[in-house]
């Protein structure tokens, strides 16, 4: 099974950008989709991007155009690059493994001047 720890969190301007990354074990991460997923206080978690082992990537729709997935198999990471945040970023952004299930422990996102 896939093991995934995030990094990258931290407390942002609005406005602002950050960079997450999740580095992951295991030799089968090149054939697994990954996800990142985030979860604000009070909310449900909900799906941020998908990228597929070919590189295929999908986002929720009102996060189009401010987050970027990419994904490099040599190095066994996922990233999201967030851009122009805001506010309603606010959240524990989690890795997620689409092939074997597994979640990474989550780090904080904050945005707020």
């Known amino acids: 099974q896939v093991q995934l720890v995030e990094s990258g969190g931290g407390l942002v301007q609005p406005g602002g950008s950050l960079r997450l990354s999740c580095a992951a074990s295991?030799?089968?991460?090149?054939?697994?989709?990954m996800a990142w997923y985030r979860q604000a206080p009070g909310k449900q978690r909900e799906l941020v991007a998908v990228?597929?082992?070919?590189?295929?990537?999908n986002y929720a729709d009102s996060l189009k155009g401010r987050f970027t997935i990419i994904r490099d198999n040599y190095k066994n990471t996922v990233a999201l690059q967030m851009n122009r945040l805001k506010a309603e970023d606010t959240a524990v952004y989690y890795c997620?493994?689409?092939?074997?299930?597994?979640w990474g422990q989550g780090t904080q996102v904050a945005v707020s001047s």
């Open positions: 997620h493994d689409l092939r074997g299930g597994s």
């Open positions: 295991g030799s089968i991460f090149s054939i697994s989709g």
């Open positions: 990228i597929s082992s070919s590189g295929i990537t």
